[in-house]
């Protein structure tokens, strides 16, 4: 074989090889993102300092935010639409104020119902507050914690319906394709406040959606802490909910698919070519 012919050849087949490269990547997206459930805590209310918020936190509290993300994490929380969701904070009608600092063991009233201890301690006090961002319909945390997996951990607490259990929402992780990472956990009857455990890599996009049909979906606080390589709590699928908003649970992609589908278009690819040039070749005698 000529050496201009060996020469077309490879050129022919680099052309191929990053044509289907690049195709591969588009219909096949692989994701770095990793995500399980580890973890659900009951007990320890508002009192946090200690246990959670190591390494960071955000605590919601309009107009007045304890927000100290670690630097290696980037977070918006966005309502249904994808605007910054909204902050509030609940009116304690032991005081008739809303940010009132209060003993975490002092009396936290909301809507004639009693709630002690159940607001987030403010950082570095002996005084708490109750506050959360809130939807009618989803709530979304994009969050990137990056490569090194870490312990994220939400609060819950549905501060304004004690008797009623208004509230009923579902936890998933999804990676920025909208691929399902950790399936839904259903949420209720958490009006004493709970903790949902993570360890989370990458760039993953964490989904509260209401599934009561009324209430609104809620997050009191987000922690940051070190992961512990704890055991995968699994998850049983959640009751289906005609009030829930749509949601695409495909599972994620699997790297080693697009990999072998890659490696074989480009052996087909690199054939084709010799074939191609070998016809040429002959045709031009």
Known sequence: MKKSNLKRILSISLFVVMLVSLLVTAAFPVSAASAKFVGIDKTTQGNWEGK??????VIPVAGF?????????????LNFVGNSAPRHTWLNEET???NAPLLLDAE??????DYN????MQPGSIFCIASCWYDNNVLTAKLYVGDTAKKVTLYLADIDSRDENIRKMEVAIFDT??????PAITVSEFFAGEYYSFEISGDVNIKVTNVAGIGNAAIGGIFFDPAEGGEEIKIDPPSNNENKPPVDNKPAEKTGDSIYLFITL????LAGAVVFVSRKRVSSK
């Open 52 to 57: 959670y918020g190591s390494e960071g936190y």
């Open 96 to 98: 008739g104020e809303g």
């Open 65 to 77: 935010p304890f927000d100290n993300l670690p630097d290696y994490a980037t977070l918006d929380v």
């Open 108 to 113: 936290y009233e909301v809507n004639e119902h």
């Open 266 to 269: 480009a052996v087909v690819s």
């Open 177 to 182: 394709n909208n691929n399902v990472i950790v």
């Open 117 to 120: 201890g159940v607001p987030l």
